[in-house]
Nanobody
Framework: QVQLVESGGGLVQPGGSLRLSCAAS????????IGWFRQAPGKEREGISF???????YYADSVKGRFTVIRDNTKNTVYLQMNSLKPEDTAVYYC?????????????????????WGQGTQVTVSS
């Protein structure tokens, strides 16, 4: 069965850190671009980061300098390390995978680019 499973969400105080995991089963992640998205209540799903096959990364301005995406092919897992969390980071976080290759990397910030999706994990930043 092909699936992505996120974990690592939770409640954290402002300024704290969390590490989200995106583990694949039924396929190997090393040939896929992995995107991270988040969706807050009443808002559209936002592409915040991705990592391509050759480890090229992207970060939205809202998370740049605070979030880091890491690929561990030995564990078939991609991580999103989130530091200096803010209340506005509160959302459901999703990882997604695609094998489609685009010359314009910006397409990887669009949800429709991705074929496989995880179930999401809640991140709440609050004191």
């Amino acid at each position: 069965q092909v699936q992505l499973v996120e974990s690592g969400g939770g409640l954290v105080q402002p300024g704290g850190s969390l590490r989200l995991s995106c583990a694949a089963s039924g396929f190997t992640l090393d040939t896929y671009t992995i995107g991270w998205f988040r969706q807050a209540p009443g808002k559209e799903r936002e592409g915040i980061s991705f990592i391509r096959r050759r480890a090229t990364t992207y970060y939205a301005d809202s998370v740049k300098g605070r979030f880091t995406v890491i690929r561990d092919n030995t564990k078939n897992t991609v991580y999103l390390q989130m530091n200096s969390l803010k209340p506005e980071d509160t959302a459901v976080y999703y990882c997604a995978a695609t094998q489609t290759s685009y010359s314009d990397s910006y397409y990887y910030t669009y949800p429709n680019t991705y074929f496989y999706w995880g179930q999401g994990t809640q991140v709440t930043v609050s004191s």
